[in-house]
C-alpha cells in the first residue's frame, strides 16, 4: 500500500514537472530580466542601429511594447539577427522568445518544426529585386529567368503561381535562407531575388543604391501575413504576444494614441476598461502589468503609429498603409474586443 502511494506521488510529481516544462509562460523571460526578439537585420526598417548606437525599427517597437507589458519598462529587451533555417533552433533551445523580421509561414514548416504563429503582425507585399532592369520594360522581358527563393517557404509557391499565371517560365533556385539567396544574389547567380518590400528594399539601399541596372519592379507577386513566431510548446506565450498585438490595433481603433495615452480616464466600454487595465483581472491572468498599454502608448505610439513610423508616411519607405487598414476601412486586420 505503501508502495502504491509512493509511486502515485512520484508520478504526479513528474506529471507536474512535465505539465510546468510544456508551458513555461513567461517565467524563463521574467528570471532572465529581458525580452530576446529575434529579427532580420538585413532590413533597417524591422530593426537597425542609428548612429548613436539606439535601436530603430517596427520590430524594436513591437519589441519594446512586449517589453512593457512583461516588465513595466521598455528598455528590458535584446535583439538578437536570426536566419530563416534558424528559427526553429533558436527558440527551442532560448536563444530568442519571439521572431519578428517578416517571418512569413508554410504549412510544412509549422507541422515539422516546433514554433507557431502567435499573432499576425502585418500584411507585406512580396517583390523581386531585378538585374540588368536599365532594358527591362516589364516581366515579360525576365522569361526564363533564375529567381533567388527561400525555400520551403510560401516565397516558392507565390513566384510558381506568379510564373504560371503569366507564362513566364521563372526557374527557381531555392536557398535555406534569406542570407544565402541575398548572397547568391550577390554574386550574380541569378536574374532576380524575390522577398518582403521592407527586406527587398534593404538590400537594395545597401548594396545598389548607386547601380541604375539593379531595382525592384513594381509588380507585386502576391500579399502575404507577416507573423510573430514563438516557441510551439509555450501556449501561454503565444496568447499573451497575440493579445498584445491586438491591444496595440484596438487602441488605434479606440482613437488612443501617443497624445491621448494620458487622459485616457472615465472608460465605460468595457473592452477600453479592460485593455487600458482599469479593471486589472483579465491582463493580470495573462502575468503582465494591467496598466502597460498606457506606457506604451506613451512611448511606441498604437499599431498606426510604429507602422507608419517604420513602413508609412513617415519612413523612408513611404508604403502606403493599403491592407495594413482595418476591415472597416478597406483592409485586411480584424482586432477582436478585449473581453
Known sequence: MKLRSFVTAVFCCLWAAEAMAVDPGLRYIQARGRLLCGTNTDAPAYAAKDENGMWKGFDVDMCQAISIAIFGAPDKYEMVDVRTDQIA???????????????????????????????????????????????????????????????????????????????????????????RAKQAFLLNRCDLMVGNRAYIHG????????????????????????????????????????????????????????????????????????????????????????????????????????????FGKYSELKFDRGDNKYLKDGGLLSPQPFL
Open 89 to 179: 533552433k533558436y527558440l527551442k533551445s532560448g536563444r530568442i522568445d519571439v521572431m519578428m523580421g517578416g517571418s512569413s509561414l508554410a504549412a510544412s514548416a509549422e507541422a515539422r518544426s516546433k514554433f507557431a504563429p502567435a499573432a499576425i503582425l502585418y500584411y507585406d507585399k512580396q517583390v523581386f529585386l531585378a538585374r540588368k532592369a536599365q532594358g527591362a520594360k516589364s516581366m515579360e522581358d525576365y522569361r526564363f529567368a533564375n529567381v533567388c527563393v527561400v525555400n520551403e517557404s510560401n516565397d516558392t509557391n507565390n513566384v510558381e503561381e506568379f510564373s504560371a499565371r503569366y507564362n513566364l517560365g521563372l526557374k527557381i533556385i531555392p536557398f535555406n535562407s534569406e542570407l
Open 203 to 310: 538590400v537594395w539601399n545597401e548594396h545598389f543604391a548607386e547601380n541604375p541596372d539593379v531595382k525592384m519592379i513594381p509588380e507585386d507577386v502576391a500579399i502575404k501575413p507577416v507573423y510573430i513566431l514563438v516557441d510551439k510548446d509555450n501556449p501561454k506565450l503565444q496568447a499573451t504576444i497575440r493579445w498584445v498585438v491586438n491591444a496595440l490595433q484596438m487602441a488605434e481603433m479606440y482613437g488612443m494614441n501617443m497624445k491621448t495615452a494620458s487622459i485616457q480616464i472615465g472608460l465605460k466600454n468595457t473592452s477600453q476598461r479592460n485593455l487600458m487595465g482599469e479593471d486589472p483581472k483579465l491582463w493580470n491572468s495573462f502575468g503582465i502589468k494591467p496598466k502597460w498599454l498606457k506606457t506604451a502608448l506613451s512611448k511606441v505610439g498604437n499599431f498606426g503609429e510604429i507602422y507608419e513610423r517604420n
